[in-house]
């Protein structure tokens, strides 16, 4: 059964659909449509997608009203008097912009000041920002317009949130830290907490804080998932560039710089000082060692650890991390590693 939450308030016809995404129709174009779905889910009133050929041959057995199909994909089965394919050039970004016309409203705080947030009379506060219950704002912080504190959010001295951009429940944003505009952090994220650095004190007796002065600089249209936490710099700045998007407990150490419309995957963790090109992907459960660069459009896969530099465009598996081609032929040879030593004490015989 399709989920329609409040999906039935936007509903379009196909015909509609096809001119909101740009597409050619292919069957009935009265059909109405309350919502999306997956394949396997969707009922006679949601639309679902189709991006390749493997997801073509289910069409025939699935109960969906409709479905975005990328150009070029064959969809067997099809009877366009009863059920509708809309044609577009990319059915994943086409779903994107239906997804954006059905989604329910936020649940964001009302516009204005909650009666029981706390806000230090030097604050700057742009036209209609919306502030929760229980939120804290310090003294000289800088509220761009539309900034958005849900419940429960803190923000340190002489902070700056840029324009449109909406921090989660009982996040935390330190001192003096730079938010850009339209930025979106999940719950729980931390912002500027202090880095990761200790050293042996001089006698030799335990250990020594090493002071983390720096700050964090976040750039503009960035995405921090639940739990997140970007270290501020030991001195200078921890910097994620704009565009870049990081998902749930990803761990970002001091004076890490991350370039330009990078995608972190959960998990992941890089430490002190490290560097990370444009358009760079980072897998789940990743770890990358202190210092280390990873250049412009490399990808880092999995559960990979990340000793030495990554160069521009290059993929990584394993621990420690190989090119990809060379860990799977690696891999290979692992697996037939055990036929090979049985041939070996049966020659030896």
Not at 116 to 124: G, L, M, P, R, Y
Not at 266 to 282: E, H, K, L, N, Y
Not at 288 to 308: E, F, N, Q, S
Request: aromatic fraction near 4%.
């Amino acid at each position: 059964m399709a989920s329609s939450g409040d999906q039935s308030t936007r509903h379009l016809t196909a015909a509609s659909v096809a001119q909101l995404v740009g597409g050619d129709l292919d069957g009935p174009a009265d059909l109405v449509l309350h919502g999306v779905d997956s394949m396997q889910n969707a009922d006679g009133a949601h639309l679902t997608f189709i991006r390749s050929g493997e997801f073509a041959r289910d069409w025939k057995d699935a109960t969906a009203g409709a479905a975005l199909v990328t150009r070029g994909v064959e969809v067997p089965g099809h009877d366009p008097a009863n059920r509708a394919l809309i044609v577009v050039d990319d059915a994943e970004l086409a779903m994107n912009t239906l997804l954006t016309h059905f989604a329910p409203e936020p649940d964001w705080p009302d516009s204005g000041i909650h009666d029981t947030a706390q806000i230090h009379e030097s604050a700057v506060m742009g036209q209609g920002v919306r502030i929760g219950a229980g939120v804290l704002v310090a003294a000289d912080v800088e509220l761009g317009d539309g900034v958005v504190l849900c419940p429960g959010v803190q923000i340190g001295r002489g902070a700056r949130i840029g324009a449109g951009t909406m921090i989660g429940s009982l996040s935390v944003i330190g001192r003096d830290c730079i938010l850009g505009c339209r930025c979106q952090l999940q719950p729980y994220v931390s912002v500027g907490a202090d880095g990761f650095g200790y050293r042996p004190n001089a006698a030799g007796t335990g250990l020594e804080k090493v002071p983390q002065n720096g700050t964090v600089r976040i750039g503009d249209d960035v995405d921090l998932g639940a739990h997140t936490c970007v270290d501020r710099a030991k001195f200078g700045e921890t910097v994620i560039g704009d565009g870049s998007k990081l998902d749930n407990m990803v761990q970002v150490g001091h004076n890490v710089v991350i370039g330009r419309n990078v995608v972190i995957a959960a998990q992941a963790g890089m430490a002190g000082s490290v560097q990370v090109g444009d358009w760079a992907q980072i897998g789940a459960q990743a770890g990358i060692a202190d210092h280390l660069k990873i250049g412009p459009g490399a990808r880092v896969g999995a559960k990979t650890g990340v000793m030495r530099d990554v160069e521009a465009g290059t993929s990584v598996l394993g621990t420690p991390a190989f090119e990809d081609r060379i860990f799977l032929r690696q891999l290979s040879s692992l697996r037939k590693l055990p036929e090979f030593m049985a041939k070996q004490r049966s020659q030896s015989r």
